[in-house]
């Protein structure tokens, strides 16, 4: 698990947020959509089929990955449990 958790971190790293453009942000916001998505996130190998996401899960996520995809400025994402 350590091994995945530093490659994804080398990837996308909300501890460096704020030094990452909006335009990067946005498309990393994008991606990790796009994997929940197609489930490709979370890998299948970390969640018990209980906690599989649900529909609402996904549309939630949706709703927060997606939800600056116009131009605002943000210096960190929102937390999760701020999207409604």
Known sequence: MARDIHKGRTHLNFSE???????????????????????????????FPAAKLSEGDKARLKSYFLRNSTTQESARPARLSEVK
Do not use: A, K
């Open 17 to 47: 947020w704020s030094s990452v453009d909006q335009e990067e942000r946005q498309d990393d916001l994008q991606t990790c959509w796009e994997q929940v998505e197609s489930g490709e996130m979370p890998p299948w190998f970390y969640i």
